[in-house]
């Protein structure tokens, strides 16, 4: 499953973006091709050590807090596949809301 996700990432535009700065204004600006690889490898992730609902709140908490500087792609994916004893598996997903 979180193959397919990261595979069709660029089908979605908000996926394929990134912050940038012109005179002192924050912008998002399409990636090119190199670009939204580099982004996929570092906006993608699975997390293996989250093993319950609470570590995967404080984890949702932990990313909320990183998410409000404006670097990098406003959207980011992490598949956490071994929820509550291998019994449920999450995809977290992380986005600015201006998307």
């Given amino acids: 499953m979180m193959k397919q996700v990261f595979d069709n990432l660029n089908r979605d535009h908000r996926c394929a973006i990134k912050w940038v700065k ?3 204004k924050y912008y998002l600006k ?16 699975i997390v293996d050590d989250i093993k319950n609902d609470d570590e ?5 908490l932990k990313l ?3 998410h409000t500087e404006k670097s990098g792609s406003p959207l980011k994916f992490y598949y ?3 929820l509550n004893d291998g019994k449920e598996a999450a995809l977290v997903t992380c986005g600015h809301h201006a998307l």
Avoid: H, R, Y
Avoid at 30 to 41: I, S, Y
Avoid at 56 to 60: D, I, Q, R, T, V
């Fill in 30 to 45: 399409k990636l090119n091709d190199e670009e939204f690889e580099q982004c996929k490898k570092t906006n993608t992730g």
């Fill in 80 to 82: 956490v596949p071994s």
């Fill in 22 to 24: 012109i005179l002192g």
């Fill in 56 to 60: 995967l709140l404080e984890f949702m």
């Fill in 64 to 66: 909320k807090a990183l």
